[in-house]
């Protein structure tokens, strides 16, 4: 599922050059092995109560350039339409669920972080 979704993410019109800007457009290549296998684990975190993962997932995100609110619901759409296509509809269901929670959550603090950096030029 990891796999698959980055490979159409790292494709996808709208959000496919930030991937490309951060971890090239090898999806072989080391950077990219690095990063499927870190969500890999944070996936298993969240669903499986793995501990492998026990990173800040929204902190990184804050100092990628060109990062916008707009484009969550893309990630969102590929992320379910991906869950789809591989598990059975009430599986898919939970990861729709869970990518949709991160994405508003992602929306919240970015615009909390935005507003803050505004009131610090004041
Ligand atoms: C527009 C949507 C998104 C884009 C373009 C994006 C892109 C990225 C990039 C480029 C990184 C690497 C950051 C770095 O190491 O400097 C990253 C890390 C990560 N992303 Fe996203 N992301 C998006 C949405 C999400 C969502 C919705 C989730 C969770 C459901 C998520 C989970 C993660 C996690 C867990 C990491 C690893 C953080 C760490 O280093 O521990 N991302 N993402």
């Not at 990891?2 to 050059?17: P, S, V, W």
């Not at 869970?98 to 507003?115: C, D, H, N, P, V």
Request: hydrophobic share 40%.
């Amino acid at each position: 599922m990891t796999t698959l979704f980055y490979e159409r993410a790292l494709n996808d019109k709208d959000i496919g050059f930030i991937f490309e800007t951060e971890f090239g457009d090898d999806m072989h290549d080391e950077e990219w092995t690095e990063h499927i296998a870190l969500l890999v684990n944070f996936w298993d975190s969240v669903f499986l109560n793995e501990k492998a993962y026990n990173g800040d997932p929204f902190g990184p995100h804050f100092t990628i350039p060109n990062l916008k609110m707009e484009y969550f619901k893309p990630w969102v759409d590929l992320f379910t339409e991906t869950a789809k296509e591989l598990y059975e509809p009430d599986v898919a269901v939970l990861f729709k669920e869970k990518g949709e929670s991160y994405a508003e959550e992602f929306i919240e603090r970015l615009s909390q972080k935005m507003k803050n950096d505004t009131l610090t030029f004041l």
